[in-house]
């Protein structure tokens, strides 16, 4: 049984197809060759004129986890402004900046998403995760798991353990919590927060366990490395949203020798200490480094602007930020020892200074990385935007006056500190197709996935070419995931549960002996009862568990 | 002119939200286009004229006949003209209010004059519980405007109120003003436990000592306060109904608390002209 789409333009950068005319032939959940003649095309779908591209991937997006629960039960006003009456398919639900599951799932597959990685899964938290990504239909997902802050980790760093037993523990951590990466937080800086450190640059010791955010960044991306994880280490660096941080993330970038790193929302950690405000772009050498080093890929984290909460494992960095919080409530937590969380309310204002030149920053850095395929579009959801806003955000990438014109209503002073007016760049839709689809794919070793050719999964997302391209971001024609068509007019017409990536590297399970004990002395679980099994993911025939090659 | 009456046709099975019945979104409209307005119904959106008789013609002036507990919404957001309900009242009255006059001759039930920011609601009856509160996750309760009850109020009467008045003519439940950042609540009758809890700033006025006050709360002993006076003297020029505080002198005990917040309130315990 075959479902052909025919006529229409295809982009498909894998394989470095530019808008040409191409047919594409789906077969039981794959796409496939042309098949022979006499093969029975069931139906056909007549796209003449409409724009065939993968399924878009988000590599970044707080959707699960503890802290967007707290930020739900912390914002009962967020959900009931914005309420999602059930329909004969889809759940009811609500929320704007962290919306509910359900509706998360539902309003990613209408933009014509079909995966969504959670970037901060906390191993003691990852059974909330992957429950809450159990909930969140339509679309597969991933976690990252989040290391550098805990209390283990920083004990084998201090006593001086070799590499390799650090590796194996990064090898189980990610066979135990069901993940897809390593991500780490302000290296060590919870921990640091927690004995009355309030900051933590990549040099400064953590007062008690005595080692320096440069050490554990470093342990860290050479265990990824050495345990061929497809995904670099997923850095959220030193601080983050201090003026002048521009100068640690380059530092950062040195710091790994080499080694490949992915740096998240970078648009926070590019700011300068110049002018009047003490607070100027980095982002011109911040996209200098980036072009230089082909071991660092980046996303953005762009802040656009209207009200949003932001939840973060970084502790330290909410505690310093939750004055601003509006409204005015903040919630800073310690989680188990293994890290921390901080969730503050936020409202980015186009008049205001830091937040106009935050925005513009991020479009900068946009617009000077040259290469698509190591930069990828993110608003880090929800702490720059929600991810609602992204076909609203591609449009500011493609349309140069459309950008201007919003660069003449923020702030003037910001405005005029940005040399966003004088960057010519537009995005093309092959560098869409690219940073939302094949690079993601690639970055995370998803070989069948982000493409078009022949054997990838047949997650395919359909638009209409439109001038104003956030209408045509956002309401796809049709979006077909693993085959079925799920999305019609941007409408969703039959609903499905996606499959939650994972990984196996291998490593030595003899780390389980030493981590026993640990468990024993200190953790509030067992051991046993840490680990995530298959099943609790597979539960009911629900979910459904693809495991990715390692390198 | 006369006024606009809405009667209930039947005892209504479900909670009928009746948010649009204010003067200001029904200034302007025919009756018949009146009787067509949307109302949610249990789970269902149906049409005003379904369920009341409607007559009259002034808009601000609107009374609802025959009204009862299942009413909910009732004023919601109005900030001008008057409704007056003959029987009880559901939650939510004058949620979000601005302004004008709500009157009910019965019990109204939880959540009455929620966030509400002017105007003023009078309540013949009981209320139920969160009396001039907000709803879970506003930073503040009432912040403006006054609310008078004949009758009893349930629990935490004002919590988190900014602003305004409330005066309770019969019993309060437990937590009465708790978590208050400022306003005046006044009873006359008996309160419950731990009145002011947690309170930041403002004035609860008693009558009559509570049946337990924590012990967060210093006594500040007997005090002649003059701002009672003020206070009493400037209800009673706002309505005649409120002259009954002439019984009550400047004479007062005070405690202060809630020192585990920062100790700005004050919890005032009337005492009776000799």
Redesign the interface.
Known sequence: MYTKLTNGIVYDPVHGINGEHRDIYIHDGHITRKPLGNAKICKTYDLKGKIIMAGAIDIHTHIGGGKVNIARM????DH?TDLVEKTELTRSGCGYAAPSTLTAGYRYAEMGYTACFEPAMLPSNARQTHMEMADTPMVDKGAYAMLGSDDFFLRMLASKKDQAAISDYVGWTINATQAMGIKVVNPGGISAFKFNQRKLDLDELNQYYGVSPRDIIKSLARAVTELGIPHPLHVHGCNLGVPGNLDTTLETIRAVDGMRMHLTHIQFHSYGTEGDKKFSSGAAEIAEAVNKNPNISIDVGQVLFGQTVTASGDSMLQYAGHWHAH???WVVMDIECDAGCGVVPFKYRDKNFVNALQWAIGLELFLLVDDPWRIFLTTDHPNGAPFTSYPHLIRLLMDRSFRNDMLASINKEAAAASTLASIDREYSLYDIAIMTRAAPAKSLGLKNRGHLGSGAVADITIYSNNKDKEKMFSKPDYVFKDGELIVRNGKIIKVVNGATHTLRPEYDNGIEKSLKRYFEDFQTVSLGNFKIDDDEIVEHGNGRIIVQPCM | MSALTFTLKNQPEFTLNVASLIPENLAGKTLAKIKSLAVIYGNETVKLGTLFTVKGTDPSQIFIEKSTQKLINIGQGMTEGSITIKGDAGDYLGQGMKGGTLTVSGNVGCWAGNAMSGGRINIIGNAGDYVGAGLPGDSFGMTNGLINIKGNAGDRVGDRMRRGIIIIQGKAGNYCGSRLHAGTIIVLDKVGKLPGEGMRRGSIILAKKPELLSATFKSCGNLKMQFLRLLFTQLASIDKELALFSKYGPEAHRFSGDLARNGKGEILILQHYK
Do not use: I, N, Q
């Open positions: 912390m914002l009962p006003e009931a409204p005015k409530k």
